[in-house]
């Protein structure tokens, strides 16, 4: 029998392996932890790990870019690129990266970096669609890129440097120079 992604055991078990995860991850450096130990702190079986997940890469990924997903809001996509909708996204980021710098071990660095970047991009992308009605889409998906690296840069910065500024603050500095 196959499962719908919708049917309620399948997300449940999905959800119990992500949690088992995150708990283990805020215990152990990611490259330890192992499918065994995800398994064991689960209460599942290999077998049913492989339903869900290609290798403990794909399973941080969707972990996430799960947990980002719900930080960034989905309704900002259906908005536009303006002055409120950045301050938001640069809270969601730089929330979101305190929680986990906070819960988890070394080890994520790059992997964090790459879906936070991927996940602002398309919401960058939907944005300027939404404002800019052209046929110029990879100038708006270029557009995108840059946007969501340096919003993400901007965080990595803020979390370096210059914590003693409220992050709303801190980005609101440089907002009139992105938005002209």
Request: glycine share 2%; with cysteine.
């Amino acid at each position: 029998m196959t499962e719908s992604k919708t049917d309620p055991r399948y997300l449940r078990t999905r959800k119990l392996i992500m949690d088992s995860f995150i708990e283990l991850s805020s215990r152990k450096d990611f490259k330890d932890i192992t499918i065994k130990d995800i398994t064991a702190e689960a209460t599942i079986n290999r077998a049913t790990f492989y339903y869900h997940f290609e290798d403990k890469y794909d399973l941080l990924e969707n972990a996430l870019s799960e947990v980002l997903l719900i930080n960034l809001k989905s309704e900002m996509v259906e908005s536009e690129l303006n002055e409120e909708n950045i301050v938001s996204m640069f809270l969601a980021v730089t929330n979101f990266q305190k929680s986990l710098s906070n819960r988890c071990h070394r080890g994520y660095e790059e992997t964090i970096g790459v879906i936070i970047k991927e996940q602002l991009e398309v919401i960058f992308y939907k944005m300027l669609l939404k404002q800019h009605h052209s046929d110029q889409n990879e100038a708006l998906r270029i557009t995108a890129v840059i946007l969501s690296s340096g919003l993400y840069g901007a965080s990595q910065d803020w979390l370096r440097n210059s914590s003693d500024i409220a992050p709303e603050d801190y980005i609101r500095m440089a907002i009139p120079y992105i938005l002209q």
